[in-house]
């Protein structure tokens, strides 16, 4: 198991990184006015004032508890917070992964059948433009486009229950969709094309199958395969790149929590969001080796 | 008008910690008020106090008592009766010294006594500022059992616990919190206050806060239908929405003054020379400074020239002060007095993804060009920017001040008392306006009181610590709908008298 | 057959005709490049576009070339079958042999469930592989080579083909396995009465194995003869070529006799025999044009111009006079 | 050149599931106690099945892989012990010509910046000399002058071989190890290659270690052939007497499933049966026994040594054993495997 | 004793001309630098000056790209974007490509606990969101693109270090690399002459990748206000800045999102050129 060091180190790296940031806490909650007393006060109350070593081991002892502490800004549990924020990220995450595998697989598939053709050039062009443009900009016209013109959906927000949820974060999970299926089309179309002249395809044509059939035994399996390795890969810009997403739209997610806990030096949610993180991201990748040697029963797993 | 129905407003952050006396932000206090009712509370306008919880407040000659009559009845938004015990326990709690950032405001009382439905307050000194004060947020009345009841150890634990749930004297209940997506506010229904009607307010049945960070969205969703309020639109957008007919675009009058803050200390805090400890040099970067060209560019006309350090909205605001007019010649030449003949470069910092910090200084980076002032500008987030102010460790800063109580001592304390912090560690000192200062916290005559300060702007003003800009008003965006809302100018947003039109 | 490439179109294969009858077995040698499995696949349409193919697959009095796609589904696996080279490319590796040899069942005979998984089992068994009922449930990765090649052929068989398509069915394998194979593949043509297309470039596996051998050069068919009469007296230059630059029994340590430079470059369409930069009895009649393929005797067809004059394979080289002697050595 | 006892291993990754129910660390068995010998100027074959450790063993002569026990002696020497300058000055002497003749050369290399490296890293030539030597070595091997200045994807894969070939001639060997040299070449083509070795052997007086599987190119090279399976060498001797009256019965099917050219002599049965077992897993005693149409008892439990027979050669078979060899072969109990 | 020369080579010597979308992405990559180089010959305006006549203008003959809240000239500032946006593309990649590239390299070669070592640092970078770390990295040292450039090679050489590093353990196998061990060169000789020119393919490739993704960060940083500084013209922070002003004045963010597509383009049509053109001839 290298994955509890590597937590540990993490958790280190960050406890350092969060106190190189200039200004504390005390400057970030209290702003401008406040005076030298109350800054002085704010700190001992927070424990700032202990040596680091101290308060490192004290949010370790915590940690083993299960404590993350408590937000200095909110003045809530931290982990209430990713408890409420999380699955909204990751609500918001998935969507997007579906999303983008559902537009980048029969585009990818298209294009890789009909290769070197206008097709082709339409749909590898179409999406190098989208990985070319801003991700708020795009959010921004999507929003403009299908929100506010067309009135198609929701301007932000998260919305209630599923279908609510479904709803309402379309068109953020259709920017960050976009994004993926931009990276996902490149590779798919490689892959499937790579299959698509593989020996057994061959095999498959030779022994008289439908088209259909070879498409979706022989081809699609064997192309699902890179998709879910390029997936699992990018689950974790795909969280990061919710920051600005969730911004632009308006959900409560913890990417733009993790951004306003830099800003707000809020350092017990930066330490507890990082750890969430590093598991979230660390399970992803379990998940896809799991997958992986689902749809490849040549993987082993280590 | 019409009552019921929700008022959907879009805030551009969320509240943090919703208790009257230890909470920080502005984004706490501006609704605060909502939740908690003070004895007095701030007119309208900005200038004036009005009874609140308090029907009626006297003082006395000598200015050391103040009398007040609790309302009938009064009653807390779960049912439970509004009593003089809880006036007195919020009262002290709040101006407890170590209690908050706040308590300072009501620290000339002495003893609040309680029989009945009177309140008296004994003061240990005249305090022209004590109605204002107790039409501050931190006064608010809350109700003690609730509070003590509440799971914690100490105060602090109590706080938290209390303000996840919290019940007050306000119009208005928490009744849904999502934190950093939405909270819903119901109507009190023991809300003492009467409508148009004559029936109690408030009108809407509850107003939900949506947290829109992005500010065009925030537009969007207000002209897709989808909110009826929309606080902080850019400056930028003001004229286009003044144009959508669906809408009221409007510009509430505040007290916000927008100024550069100097650093008139003789070295800076790497032991450099400072060329802003010299007076002639603040002076010429004041009268460099071409206001009515800011005000186009930044605040797209929406603004007006500051002239004296406090806002026009601030009582005792002194219409007389000139400011510093834009004149060229005359920056020139108090620059050619001084050391700096050949021009300098200084430093500001800014904060990093304020769009209208970098409109206003990339503006002044040219302007001072005129006079061979280079602009460096230093972007930095908020936090960083404020331990470093608070280190004085800065040459230049961007800052903008609203005051949270109708009176002007507050902004005066900060931008021209040395001993509070450094005035607005500035550096700044002068011993004519403390002792002015100090004598206008204890006089009860208004005129009195009223030449003292016009005295400390003039004095201010001439000394310059601070580059004067321009006075915003808060921008709101309204559906047509929405009738009888106000951000006074201290920035509460006042629902209690909101209605919709069906 | 013209394939289109960044350099230039490639005349892969030129005027190839030959025919197999059932139960025969023919053997295609050549060397690598000459174009053998280009035409294979030619027989069964599994080129795509940019791939032009041109010419007459004659089956059971239609031609598949241009036979609806519906109907050619029915011929190719049903009617003719095809294993390839390397088994562990053709086979798919994420679905499981019983997968693979069941899909083939339910395409051409209709067996789905049980009766599938029955059949197939049996296939196996047929082919050699022991325990075969478990081994349906492995994935390709998990065989050996011999066994995947045994799995090949049977998911071929699954149909009951009337021609089995072999494209170099051995050459990855070791020679005692290549032995088990091409044993194998003899049985089953008695047992199932199948015409057999042996691809192959080791002149080995051709004489143990084939009835007729065609031999192909440069995309063209050089000589086509019963097998012990090709062996015997190759009746064209290439094909004796061959036979004399392998190392013959009995003559140790001495220089071989190889067939000088490579094979030609495709891309430019042969205006000569292509062989001609490479052949010892080169003449000018044989740059004049493409020799033709004429029948020389019963049974036999060859494409060189010196078809007569050629000497036994095991006669000493003798070169005419125009050519230098491009043998090696001191 | 000596070889005693050579072992080589290749661990497996166990994945951490079998190993945490205890499962042993699995090894491939590539090389199991093998006993060589090369002797000066001669050409030694050796042949065998895929996996049998024929790369292994060669790429162990050269220090490609370093063996895990037994010794390898060159004039003297003991070369698993060479390091550094030594090891390179060894090298210099034996050198390695490889299989596959499209990755053996860099393809970003033109064949004069490959000849002229080795040149120079070894300081055979002095710069001023190198480019006449680079020439000379091409037409060693039969290449135009004008090859120097070509990337290797223009030549063909035959080519190609002679450039490998150029390349371990730069060093000036005494002795070339050429791991399966023209098995991915066509036939034609391999006899240009063959003939070009043949020569070279001549003029330099090369000791060759000629790997291969094409038992008609060993046969015709090699003065002696060491026949190999599953990493043990099995039988050694002279060419004519592996060929004409082989021992082993491994050898003797392998020459029976080589296939004739002459088709007049068609054999029905196949001439063994069985798969190769997994080096994962080699059978206990002698490892061919599985699918040995002659084993019995004693071959699952002892392993047969290397041994001298007494018409010369050596071979490792129970048939041959003193204790046995009075025995008929078929008075022997069958094993099942 | 003489020797026969065979003369037949078989693939003819063919000039290789590299692909169309090379080319293109080429020539388009010389607009880039053209403007990046001479900005001041092609701008009509300076990217900085105001003109409070002429602010929030429309596309005109005069300002073709209009101008924006300044009454700068946004076809001006367009063009002076080149250079600090190739500068980022430059910046952002340079030291993740040689550092990561040499890493990788290095450790593809030597394996063992050098591998592990390395492997597990990139996995603290990697369970890390790219975007959050950037943000961390950045608040910690201060806005701007010097600390951005510090941050983004902080964090950016994992991605090269891993493609190389796979790259060398594949090409360690080739027999060429073999040869060369038995040919006696030395350990540092085969990792810089023969495998790292061999290996290093696909970073290039997605070094022309990096690069605009290295624009798009800068973009993203500039929205958080994190980004390039005023009155720096970077088409990223212009677009951000013109947001507010899509509905009333769309040219300000439309033009340099243009550019940025542009860049986009450029790089990947260059990346798909590249790995065409860099791949070896087997
Ligand atoms: N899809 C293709 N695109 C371009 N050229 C091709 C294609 N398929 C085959 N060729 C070319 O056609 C020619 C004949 O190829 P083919 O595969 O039939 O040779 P072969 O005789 O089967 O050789 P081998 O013994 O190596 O299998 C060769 O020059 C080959 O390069
Ligand atoms: N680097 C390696 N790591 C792990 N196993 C190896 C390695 N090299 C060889 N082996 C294994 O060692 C055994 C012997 O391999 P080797 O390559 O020596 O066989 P070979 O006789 O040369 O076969 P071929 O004829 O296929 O070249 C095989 O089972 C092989 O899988
Ligand atoms: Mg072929
Ligand atoms: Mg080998």
Known sequence: ?????????????????????????????????????????????????????????????????????????????????????????????????????????????????????????????????????????????????????????????????????LYHLFLPALTLGLNLAAVLVRTLRNSVIEVLTAEYVSFARAKGLRGRVI??????????????????????????????????????????????????RDYPVIQGLTLTFAVVVSLVFLVTDLIHSRLDPRVELN | ATRGGQLVYGRYADSLFLDP???????????????????????????????????????????????????????????????????????????????????????????????????????????????????????????????????????????????????????????????????????NPYYWKKGDDGKALPYLDSVRFEIIPDDNTRILKLQAGELQGAEFIPLSRVAELKRNAALDMELFPSTKVNSILMNNRPTLKNGTDNPLSDVRVRQALNYATNKDALIQVVTYGTGKPMTSYMSSTTPLFDSSQKGFPYDLAKAKSLLAASKYKGGFEVSVLATSGSADDLALLTALQQMWGAIGVRLKIEQVDAATKTARYRANDFQMRTAAWTNDINDPSQITSYYALFDNIESVHTGFKSAEIDKLFAQSQQELSRITRASQYRRIQSVYAAAAPIIYLYETPYPVALSKKVNGFVQIPLGNNIFASTWLTK | MRIPTPGGTLHAVRGVSFDVQPGEVLGIVGESGSGKSVTLRALLRLHAPPIQVTGEVGYGGENLLTLPPSRLRGVRGGQISMIFQEPMSALNPVLSVGEQITENLAEHRGLRGRAAQDRAAELLDLTGIPSPRARLRDYPHQFSGGMRQRAMIAIALASEPKLLLADEPTTALDVTIQDQILRLLLRLREEMHMGVILVTHDLGVIAQTCDRVAVMYGGRLMETAPVTALFRQPRHAYALGLLRSLPGGGAHRVPLQPIPGGPPDLRVPPTACAFAPRCAYVTPACLVAEPPLLEIAPGRASACVHAAELPGPQEPQTAPTSMPARQVGA | MQVRGLTKTFPVATSLLERWRGGPRRAVQALTDVHLSVRRGETLGIVGESGCGKSTLARCLVRLYDPDEGSVRYGGEEVTALRGAALRAYNRRVQMIFQDPYSSLNPRMSVGQVLREALSVHRMRPPAEQEARVQELLTLVGLPQSAAGRLPHEFSGGQRQRIGIARALALEPECLIADELVSALDVSVQAQVVNLLLELQERLDLTVLFVAHDLRLVQHLSHRVAVMYLGRVVEVADTAQVFGAPRHPYTQALLAAAPSLDPARRTAAPALQGELPSPLNIPSGCAFRTRCPQAFARCAEERPALQPLPEGGEVACHLYSPVTSGAAPGQLDKVTP | MTTATLTPVAAPRRRRWPKPTLLVGL??????????????????????????????????????????????????????GTRIDLQIAVFTTLFPFVFGTLLGALTGYLGRWADALVGRVADLVVVFPFLVLVIAIVAVLG???????????????????RLTRGEVMTQKKAEYAQAGRVLGYSPSRILLRHLLPNAVTPAIVYLMTDMSLGILLGASLGYLGLGAQPPTPEWGVMVADGKNFMATAWWISTFPGLALTLAGVTFSLIGDGLADALRPRA
């Open chain 5, 27 to 80: 020539a388009l990559l010389a607009v880039l630098i053209l403007a990046a180089v001479f900005p001041a010959r092609l701008a009509p305006f300076s990217p900085t000056d105001f003109d409070y006549e002429a602010i929030l203008q429309g596309p005109s003959a005069r300002h073709p790209f209009g101008t924006d809240n300044f009454g700068r000239d946004v076809l001006s500032r367009v063009i002076y």
């Open chain 1, 1 to 165: 198991m290298q994955i509890i060091p590597t937590f540990l180190a993490v958790m280190l790296l960050v406890f350092l990184l969060v106190r190189l940031l200039p200004g504390d806490p005390a400057s970030a909650v209290l702003g401008d006015r406040a005076t030298a007393e109350i800054v002085e006060r704010t700190n001992r109350e927070l424990g700032l004032d202990r040596p680091l070593p101290v308060q490192f081991g004290l949010f370790v002892q915590r940690l083993l508890q299960g404590d993350l502490g408590d937000s200095i800004s909110l003045k809530v549990p931290v982990l209430r917070l990713i408890a409420e924020r999380l699955p909204v990220t990751l609500f918001l995450s998935v969507y997007a992964a579906v999303l983008g595998v559902l537009l980048a697989v029969p585009l990818a598939v298209l294009a890789a059948v009909r290769r070197n053709t206008w097709v082709d050039a339409l749909i590898r062009g179409v999406f190098q433009v989208g990985l070319s443009l801003p991700v708020f900009y795009v959010a921004l016209q999507l929003l403009t486009l299908l929100g506010a013109r067309l009135g198609w959906f929701p301007i932000g927000g998260y919305g209630e229950g599923f279908t609510g949820h």
């Open chain 1, 215 to 264: 498409m979706t035994r022989h081809v699609l399996r064997n192309a699902l395969i890179a998709t879910v390795t390029l997936l699992g890969l990018n689950i974790g810009g795909l969280i990061g790149g919710a920051v600005i997403t969730e911004s632009v739209f308006a959900i409560p997610g913890v990417g733009r929590l993790m951004v306003d806990a830099i800003f707000g």
């Open chain 5, 143 to 161: 806005p701007g693109l010097t600390n951005m450039y510090v941050a983004v090679s902080a964090v950016g050489w994992v991605s090269y270090w």
């Open chain 2, 21 to 187: 006396v230890l909470n920080d932000a502005n984004l706490d206090i501006w609704i605060l008020t909502n939740l908690y009712d003070t004895l007095l509370q701030p007119t309208a306008d900005g200038k004036g106090v009005q009874p609140g919880l308090a029907s009626r407040y006297v003082a006395s000659s000598d200015g050391k008592t103040l009398t007040l009559t609790l309302r009938p009845g009064l009653k807390f938004a779960d049912g439970s009766a509004l009593t003089g015990a809880d006036v007195k326990w919020s009262l002290d709690r709040a101006r407890k010294p170590d209690a908050g950032a706040w308590s300072s405001s009501l620290a000339s009382i002495d003893t609040v006594t309680v029989s009945g439905n009177t309140v008296t307050l004994k003061l240990k000194r005249p305090d022209p500022t004590l109605p204002a004060a107790l039409a501050t947020f931190n006064a608010g009345i809350m109700p003690q059992k609730l509070f003590t009841a509440a799971p914690g150890k100490n105060d602090a634990e109590k706080a938290k616990a209390f303000a996840e749930k919290p019940i007050g004297s306000g119009p208005f209940v928490l009744s849904e919190w999502k934190r950093g997506s939405y909270m819903v506010l119901k109507r």
